[in-house]
């Protein structure tokens, strides 16, 4: 019977390790669809990386999406606001210094939790930010939140060359297009998404 | 023995479903990062969703981004050019019938393959198509392809309401910013990523 303990354990050791995400397990479970402001506000915190789309001044004002890594804060402690650590040696920083409307564009689908629905099934959510792509002034408290809320879920962005000149940017948000149903886009401001009581998650379930 | 043998079973059938990719394993592994017209192929191939940019009306003109599915072709038959099934009750449709410019944008990390690293890290790759994006002609040869190909790789797409008018649509690549390794973009034009030798991906390893 020892053997089969140690392959029952095994077992679940096997099972454990299947994360939903790579790299790191959901911290949080999926609000309810009705709840869009706490979806939304799930989507960002689960999320690490994005597409974030810019007008782009090499492409004569093409929409140009990038993939990017983001952070809305210290895990379990976002705020809703993504912010970025970007280059102007990569397109998206140099057009957003000449054009700022800029979105952020997120999926449950690699967060796991969709299942076997397709990508594009309505309940599968997703989220786009649409706002301003703004620079976080240098040595400001907002900067020093940005680089903890980034280096804290990007350990590896600390190492990034010096030489390329990153810099923290934001994300101000104007508009939110949110949809986790059937029945199109969920009504959605930027004040309710940004509203201090989404700040704790585990409260909105 | 024989629960040990059940166990033993029960593991390799746990594990047998932890596939890379939420859905499907990969069918095709990475292609060296030095060859970038078959790494931007297998990214298009690999991936079945991805972020569509367009020019929003809505939205005063701002890039917005939508989680879209699309196909390149039969599994392992892709030819390099995503189309899409979209309906115009979506802002994505709408936009591109008032002005075409569009970008497809596409991150290895979904995947499974980049491992440990950031999703920015320039080793995990990326993909931006720019382009026009266009309604497939109902009825064409083309749209009997499109169809074939997402309804393949997507299903769940047969069943989508009538009512909502869905139709097909393409990217016509005009310029490709692939990032696969450290040194900036990759060099390819439209040319080399559509060249027929390009189909066989399994060749280009």
């Known amino acids: 019977m020892e053997?089969?303990?140690f392959l029952a354990f095994l077992c679940i050791l096997i099972m454990g390790f299947q994360e939903p995400v790579h790299g790191r397990l959901l911290s949080v479970s999926k609000p309810n669809p009705g709840n869009a402001a706490a979806t939304a506000r799930w989507l960002v915190a689960e999320n690490s990386w994005g597409v974030l789309n810019t007008i782009s001044s090499e492409l004569n004002g093409a929409p140009f999406g990038n993939v990017v890594s983001f952070s809305d804060g210290l895990p379990?402690?976002?705020k809703g606001i993504p912010y970025f650590?970007?280059?102007a040696l990569d397109p998206t920083a140099k057009d957003a210094m000449k054009d700022e409307r800029a979105s952020l564009t997120l999926s449950e689908y690699p967060l796991g939790t969709c299942?076997?629905?397709d990508p594009e099934n309505p309940t599968c959510a997703k989220l786009t930010l649409t706002g301003k792509l703004?620079?976080?002034e240098n040595k400001s408290e907002e900067a020093q939140f940005a680089q903890k809320a980034l280096f804290t879920k990007h350990p590896e962005m600390?190492?990034?060359p010096k030489s390329h000149k990153f810099q923290f940017f934001k994300l101000e948000i104007e508009n939110l297009f949110l949809i986790d149903w059937f029945g199109g886009p969920k009504p959605l401001t930027p004040e309710e998404y940004l509203h201090p009581k989404m700040n704790n998650l585990h409260w909105m379930q």
């Open 115 to 117: 299942g076997k629905i």
């Open 76 to 78: 379990n402690e976002g």
């Open 3 to 5: 053997i089969v303990s």
């Open 85 to 87: 650590y970007l280059t």
């Open 134 to 136: 703004k620079i976080v």
């Open 158 to 160: 600390k190492e990034w």
